[in-house]
C-alpha cells in the first residue's frame, strides 16, 4: 500500500474541506497517479478552512494551495507539474512512444487549460455564488461555454479507450476535471465522455486514492463553520 509513514516522498493535502469538495480536492489526482504505480508516499496534513502556517508559501506553495509534493529531493506545486514529474519516471504514467507521448502531453494541457477553466466558471456560479442574484441570469452562458468545450472532447475521444492510448497521465487529469460537474447532470448528454469517467473511477488504483483521501479529509463542514 502507497501510503507509508516511513516513505521518503511526500505529499502535501487538506483536511475538513466543505462538503462539495469531497473527493474533488486536487491531490487526489497526485494520489492516483502514486497508486497507479505503487509508490509509497506520507501526507502532511493542512487544515483547509484556516490559514497557512508561516512558512508555508514559502517552503511548498506559494499561493497557498494543494497539492504539492517532495520527490527524489525535488519539490513540486500544481497538479500538472507533479504529474508531468512522475510520468517522466514510469513508463505506466507517461507512454515512452514519441507520439502517444505527445498526445498524453497534449491532452494533459487541454484538461488544464481549455476543459477545466469551463469548469470552474460553472462551479463559481454554481457553487461558489449560488446565493448571488447574478448568477441565475448568467447561468446559461457558462453551461453553453461548458457544452462547446465537451462537444469537441466528446467528438475527438474514442469509444472505450485513453487519450493517449494506453492509461496515462492526460487521463488523471481529464477525468478527475469532469468529477468537477458531478453536481449536475450534464455528462448524460455525451455518453462518451460519461462511460471514460466511469471507466477511469473504477480504477483500483483511483478507488485506494479516494478511500485515503476521505480518511485524511475527515468529516465535511459547512461553509462559513470553522474547522
Keep these: 500500500m502507497p501510503i507509508d509513514p516511513q516513505a521518503e516522498t511526500v505529499l502535501v493535502a487538506l483536511k475538513n474541506v466543505p462538503a462539495f ?16 504505480i505503487d509508490r509509497s508516499y506520507r ?54 512512444e514519441p507520439q502517444a507521448r505527445g498526445d498524453a502531453y497534449s491532452w494533459l494541457i487541454a484538461a488544464l487549460n481549455t476543459v477545466e477553466p469551463a469548469v470552474m466558471d460553472l462551479q463559481w456560479v454554481d457553487v461558489f ?31 472505450d479507450t485513453w487519450l493517449a492510448g494506453t492509461f496515462s497521465i492526460a487521463d488523471i487529469l481529464m477525468v478527475t476535471v469532469l468529477r468537477e460537474i458531478r453536481h449536475t447532470d450534464i455528462l448524460d448528454d455525451y455518453p462518451k465522455l460519461k462511460a471514460y469517467k466511469e471507466r477511469g473511477e473504477v480504477r483500483p488504483a483511483f478507488i485506494q486514492a479516494l478511500a485515503d483521501q476521505a480518511a485524511d479529509l475527515g468529516a465535511p463542514i459547512k461553509l462559513g463553520e470553522p474547522a
Design 21 to 36: 469538495a469531497h473527493g474533488l480536492v486536487r491531490d487526489l489526482r497526485v494520489r492516483w497517479a502514486l497508486e497507479e
Design 43 to 96: 501526507t502532511e496534513i493542512y487544515e483547509a478552512m484556516t490559514p497557512r502556517p508561516d512558512g508555508y508559501r514559502e517552503a511548498w506553495q506559494p499561493f497557498g494551495q494543494v497539492p504539492a509534493l517532495e520527490a527524489d529531493g525535488v519539490r513540486l506545486f500544481e497538479s500538472g507539474a507533479i504529474l508531468l514529474h512522475l510520468g517522466e519516471q514510469d513508463e505506466r504514467l507517461l507512454p515512452r
Design 129 to 159: 455564488r449560488a446565493r448571488e442574484g447574478w448568477t441565475k441570469e448568467a447561468r446559461p452562458g457558462f453551461v453553453d461555454f461548458l457544452r462547446v468545450r465537451l462537444t469537441h472532447l466528446e467528438e475527438a475521444m474514442e469509444p
